[in-house]
Nanobody
Framework: QVQVVESGGGLVQAGGSLRLSCAVS????????MGWFRQAPGKEREFVAT????????DYADSVKGRFTISRDSAKNTVYLQVNSLKPEDTAVYYC??????????????????WGQGTQVTVSS
């Protein structure tokens, strides 16, 4: 079993930055994938970023490339999402997720079997 807990959300003005954290507990393996997803009000949950627990295979949604950075601190068992140059359309609940056995594309929600409770990011214009 893996548990993930997000933190770091908040209210920020457009152009601002936040660092979201995802604390991971339980047994993990190098082939696990970690992902960040988000869900805005009235919209479906969408992919944001992903990486292997070992640190490779990083990918981003086109809408966040160049602004968001996913990273990992293995000593702290924590995955981060640095979000810069925030826009009002980035407002959403951000979820961290873990895929223990990837069978398809790493940007696919159904591949992830462990989810956190989410952290709210609100960007004011």
């Amino acid at each position: 079993q893996v548990q993930v807990v997000e933190s770091g959300g908040g209210l920020v003005q457009a152009g601002g930055s936040l660092r979201l954290s995802c604390a991971v507990s339980g047994r993990t393996f190098s082939w696990y994938h970690m992902g960040w997803f988000r869900q805005a009000p009235g919209k479906e949950r969408e992919f944001v970023a992903t990486m292997r627990w070992s640190g490779g295979s990083i990918d981003y949604a086109d809408s966040v490339k160049g602004r968001f950075t996913i990273s990992r601190d293995s000593a702290k068992n924590t995955v981060y999402l640095q979000v810069n140059s925030l826009k009002p359309e980035d407002t959403a609940v951000y979820y961290c997720a873990c895929a223990s056995s990837l069978r398809g594309a790493a940007d696919t929600i159904s591949q992830y079997n462990y989810w956190g409770q989410g952290t709210q990011v609100t960007v004011s214009s």
